[in-house]
C-alpha cells in the first residue's frame, strides 16, 4: 500500500498531466466543431450530470442494446480513454475505439442477453470555470454471474464548450491490493 504521501504527488503528477491533454483538446479546432445531434438534444447540466449519464448508458439489462452513439457523443472527437488491460498493460483508444472494444467484451463475454451493472460507488467532481475533474469510485459486475463487482477508479476530465460539458479524457485503474479506492472518495 502506498503513503499518502507518495499518492498525493502521484496524482497531482496525473491531474497536471490530465490538465495539459485538455488545455490541448480545447485549442484543437475538432473540439470546436459542432457535437454530434445526440449530444445537442441533452441538456447542458453540470460536468457530473455528465459523468454520471456514462455510467447509466454503459449498465444494461437482459436484451437490451446500448446505445452507442448517445455514449460517443458525451465525449470530444479527440477524447483519449486509457483503461488497466491487466495489472501490468493499460490500453489507449480514442472515443470510438472506446466503443468498440465494449462492444467486443459484449460479445465475447456472451452478454447480449444478460444484464451488466457499472454504478458509481462514490463520486467526487471539481469545476473551475469550463473544465473539470471527476474521481468515481465504480462497480461492475455482471448479476447473472453471482460473482463479486469489480471495482475501479475512474478519472475523467472534462470541458464545456458551447455550454456543454464533454469528457476530455479518461483514466481507469482497477482496486486490487496496494491500490487503494483515493481518500477523496471513500465511503
Do not use: C
Request: charged share 25%.
Amino acid at each position: 500500500m502506498m503513503g499518502s504521501g507518495s499518492f498525493g504527488t502521484s496524482q497531482r503528477r496525473v491531474s497536471a498531466a490530465l490538465l495539459l491533454l485538455a488545455t490541448a483538446a480545447l485549442a484543437s479546432p475538432a473540439a470546436q466543431q459542432a457535437a454530434p445531434p445526440a449530444a445537442q438534444a441533452a441538456p447542458a447540466g453540470t460536468a457530473e450530470d455528465v459523468v454520471r449519464d456514462l455510467y447509466r448508458m454503459v449498465t444494461f439489462e437482459a436484451g437490451k442494446d446500448v446505445d452507442w452513439e448517445r455514449v460517443t457523443a458525451l465525449f470530444i472527437p479527440e477524447a483519449v480513454i486509457v483503461l488497466r488491460a491487466s495489472r501490468t498493460s493499460m490500453n489507449v483508444f480514442n472515443r470510438n475505439t472506446f466503443v468498440d472494444d465494449f462492444v467486443r467484451f459484449i460479445r465475447e463475454a456472451k452478454l447480449e442477453n444478460q444484464a451488466f451493472e457499472e454504478t458509481i460507488v462514490a463520486i467526487k467532481t471539481q469545476e473551475t470555470g469550463d473544465v473539470a475533474r471527476s474521481t468515481v469510485h465504480y462497480a461492475a459486475r455482471i448479476p447473472s454471474r453471482g460473482r463479486p463487482a469489480q471495482h475501479g477508479i475512474d478519472v475523467v476530465l472534462l470541458m464545456k464548450a458551447d455550454g456543454r460539458w464533454r469528457i476530455v479524457s479518461i483514466v481507469n485503474e482497477i482496486v486490487r491490493p496496494g491500490v487503494e479506492v483515493p481518500e477523496e472518495i471513500r465511503k
